[in-house]
């Protein structure tokens, strides 16, 4: 409930000395202001590191081969050989952890020249066979039409997937590529749908064509083998445990001597990625740290003042007390105080720091190459934030609250 | 309605310690019209403030409207102080930044009076006082006379029983001091019992009794302007 007196009394006790009132009020204002600045900007941080890895399963791990480099059965070192898509089979069916698995295969490029042609327009993509499960792996966005499915890796279907700079060069603008022909390297394949990659992370993706990898072994003579696949594990698994099974079960299938880790290169992704998240919660944890700092430092102000005006306040109170104000209403007007003063300025923090933000935000919005992307004020964090402030305003009133009642009502009137 | 047995009261300064009261046995009956007077120093503020529950006594039994007053919580004493009790100030105790009115109806706050039904009847005892026209001043802008009448309303507004007086008139002059007299006698007439605190003479014989102390006991009583010595004076336990 509104108690209008209780508002009074407030406002006549800070308006008593507006400067002082003001400075102390500032003090918190910047306190969260710095605080809620750095979450933004850490924020931003985060969101640029994130927006580059995209979708990429950060539980990943990819393979490829490597020449063997101790003699295993009977058989030489410096041995080359290559992944068969029966070891995908045979991995899938006996690691459980591992969700999906999906090699990488590229096609070939036309060099100097161009390898896809459409009536008179001309250009040179990258052509990759991919899988569905290559789409979970590394995911892209299919814009219009569909991605790859499991029927056109069963029959090799001449199907393929675009990005939006082969669209770009081989259409009119006006034109949809769904359902047309493209001829690659000599053979022509029919678009079934266009993509816009989500990441960076494998290299620029705009010009890329994609095809079923069982076509594109089968057109390009490679018949079951191909050189690099990902792999990532269930949720909850232990990558680096994935990748020592898939060892073990691609050692035995390929003959490889069960010590020779370096016959298959293995680059385990997930740990890169909990290294640069690892640095983002250090990063965030010490932005925190620094502005709650900060804060502190302003509600210490708070609580100074409130004393000194408690002091200065001693006489009245005691008057107040000598005609029947009790303790606990005491002390409840002086945390009212408190606590009005910190939030009163920590909302104004919290707005200042919000508007900071978005100014960063929009400063650096157009850059082609921003180290911060969309930082933005969680709501919670503004929230958590005002509830400190609160919890402050509370404990800084307190003190001095406490000091006041503890003398007799005789003294504080004698008070001068 | 007042009865002290025995009454006790050190101050510890430091490593000092000073015997002020040194054993007051009073009875103050209701609607008494009461002074005490006393040299500087002999301990007439230190009585009023224990009989005010503003401080409390090291010893001896104090009996207030029939409740022992013993190491009460300030919550409790702070009510009582509130429905009992009215406090006159020979500084006055106005608080500064609120207006006559609402100084006088603060005591009404207290006890969680709405605000509309605590300000009109602040208004109604300011008049009392003569002071209608002034309700909207601040109290820095009336004079001694003006702000003693305000601290009296102030201090009848809750109705109390008893109003304790610290020299009413010490700020005043005489003429002054003549009309807040009288406003306290009327105050007495009502049937509430009033007990001042001065030094003067003039004001002491506008009372009914007079209570002197000296070095913290009570000299001598003197009704109706008889003086009667404390030793012949027996207080009964029973009421
Ligand atoms: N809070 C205190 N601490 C220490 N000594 C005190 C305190 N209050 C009063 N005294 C001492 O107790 C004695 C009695 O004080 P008190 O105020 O009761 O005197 P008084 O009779 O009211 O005098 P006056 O006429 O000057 O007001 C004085 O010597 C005073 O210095
Ligand atoms: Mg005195």
Do not use: C
């Not at chain 1, 001829?183 to 394949?189: L, P």
């Not at chain 2, 001896?60 to 022992?68: Q, S």
């Not at chain 2, 009076?113 to 002034?134: Q, T």
């Not at chain 2, 109706?224 to 010595?229: A, G, L, Q, R």
Request: glycine content about 8%.
């Amino acid at each position: 409930m509104f108690d209008l007196d209780k508002w009074q009394e407030i406002t006549a006790a800070l308006k008593k000395n507006k400067l002082r009132t003001i400075l102390t009020g500032l003090g918190v204002m910047f306190g969260i202001l710095i605080l809620v600045t750095l979450l933004g900007i850490g924020r931003g941080f985060q969101n640029n590191i994130q927006s580059s890895l995209g979708n990429f399963a950060t539980n990943s791990t990819v393979f490829w081969v490597e020449r063997t480099t101790k003699a295993y059965k009977g058989l030489p070192r410096n041995r080359f050989y290559q992944f068969t898509n029966d070891d995908l089979l045979a991995l899938k069916k006996n690691i459980p952890e591992l969700e999906h698995i999906a090699p990488d295969i590229n096609g070939w490029s036309g060099g100097a020249t161009h390898n896809t042609f459409r009536k008179e327009k001309k250009g040179n993509f990258r052509i990759k066979g991919t899988s569905p499960e290559m789409n979970m792996v590394n995911p892209v966005e299919v814009v219009s039409g569909r991605f790859i499915n499991e029927n056109d890796l069963k029959e090799f279907r001449k199907v393929i997937t675009i990005g939006p700079r082969v669209k770009e060069l081989m259409f009119e603008e006006d034109e949809d590529p769904i359902g047309q022909y493209l001829k690659v390297n000599g053979i022509f394949f029919k678009i079934i749908g266009e993509i816009k990659p989500l990441s960076n992370n494998m290299g620029n993706r705009d010009d890329i064509i994609q095809l079923p990898y069982t076509t594109l072994q089968q057109l390009y003579n490679y018949g079951d083998k191909f050189y690099v696949f990902l792999a990532t594990a269930k949720v909850g698994e232990s990558v680096a445990e994935l990748e020592d099974k898939i060892f073990e079960i691609l050692a035995r299938r390929h003959s490889i001597h069960p010590e020779d880790r370096q016959a298959i290169g293995n680059f385990n992704i997930a740990k890169i990625f909990n290294k640069i998240f690892g640095l983002f919660n250090s990063i965030g944890f010490l932005f925190w740290v620094i502005g709650f700092g900060v804060l502190i430092t302003g509600v210490i102000g708070v609580s100074n003042i409130m004393h000194v005006v408690v002091k200065e306040r001693t006489k009245e109170l005691g008057i107040k007390r000598a005609i029947g104000a009790k303790p606990a209403l005491v002390v409840g007007q002086i945390i009212n105080e408190s606590v009005f003063l910190t939030t009163f300025a920590g909302f104004w923090g919290l707005v200042l720091g919000v508007v900071i933000v978005e100014l960063i935000g929009k400063a650096t919005e157009g850059s082609p190459n921003p180290q911060i992307l969309n930082p933005y004020v969680d709501i919670n964090v503004a929230f958590i934030a005002l509830g400190v402030l609160v919890f402050f305003g509370v404990l800084a009133g307190l003190l001095p609250a406490q000091r006041a009642i503890r003398i007799k009502p005789v003294d504080a009137l004698r008070y001068e | 309605m007042i009865r002290l047995q025995n009454i006790h009261k050190s101050y510890i300064t430091g490593t000092n310690k000073l015997h002020v009261l040194k054993g007051i046995d009073l009875h103050i009956k209701e609607g008494e019209l009461v002074s005490i007077m006393g040299s500087s120093g002999s301990g007439k503020s230190t009585l009023l403030n224990i009989l005010g529950l503003l401080d409390n006594h090291d010893e001896g039994v104090y009996v207030l409207n029939n409740e022992e007053i013993k190491s009460m919580s300030e919550t409790k004493a702070a009510k009582l102080r509130n429905n009992l009790l009215g406090f006159v100030f020979q500084s006055f105790n106005l608080i500064s930044f609120k207006n006559a009115m609402e100084n006088v109806a603060l005591p009404l706050y207290y006890q969680k009076v709405s605000r509309k039904k605590r300000n009109s009847l602040a208004i109604e005892y300011l008049d009392k006082m003569g002071l209608k026209e002034w309700a909207h001043h601040m109290p820095n802008e009336l004079s001694g006379g003006q702000k003693q009448r305000v601290a009296i309303a102030r201090a009848m507004i809750t109705q109390p029983k008893i109003i304790l007086a610290d020299e009413p008139t010490g700020a005043l002059d005489s003429a002054t001091s003549i009309e807040v007299m009288d406003l306290l006698r009327e105050i007495n007439q009502s049937g509430i019992t009033v007990i001042i605190v001065t030094h003067e003479n003039d004001i002491a014989h506008m009372t009914d009794r007079i209570i002197n102390l000296k070095d913290g006991v009570i000299e001598s009583i003197v009704e109706n302007n008889k003086i009667n010595h404390t030793e012949s004076v027996k207080i009964p336990l029973q009421e």
